[in-house]
C-alpha cells in the first residue's frame, strides 16, 4: 500500500473533502503508475480520481465505531517518530 495515503476514519475534526481527494489522487497515481497523465490519459485519470473520491467519501459516511475520535495532531506526532526510528533522522 502506498505510505503517502493517511487513514482517514475517526478523526476530531472530521475528514475534509480536499483530504479524501487527496488520497483518491495518490491512490490513483500509485495504481496507474502516473505522476501527472498524458492528455490522452487526462480524462481517465481525473475521472478515476472523482470516482474513487466518491466511493471514499460513502464509505467514510456509513462507518461506525465506539472507540474515541484520533486527534490529529497526536496521530501527526507518532508518524514523525516512525519516520524518524525508520529514516534515522
Known amino acids: 500500500m502506498c505510505r503517502n495515503i493517511k487513514t482517514l476514519f475517526n478523526f476530531d475534526p472530521p475528514v475534509t473533502p480536499e483530504e479524501i481527494r487527496a488520497a483518491s489522487l495518490q491512490f490513483v497515481r500509485k495504481i496507474s503508475g502516473f505522476n501527472k497523465p498524458s492528455q490522452a490519459n487526462e480524462a481517465s485519470f481525473a475521472a478515476a480520481v472523482d470516482e474513487v473520491a466518491a466511493i471514499s467519501t460513502r464509505l467514510l459516511r456509513s462507518l461506525e465505531t465506539n472507540a ?21 533522522s
Open 68 to 88: 474515541a475520535p484520533k486527534n490529529r495532531e497526536e496521530e501527526a506526532a507518532k508518524a514523525k517518530a516512525r519516520a524518524a526510528v525508520r529514516f534515522g
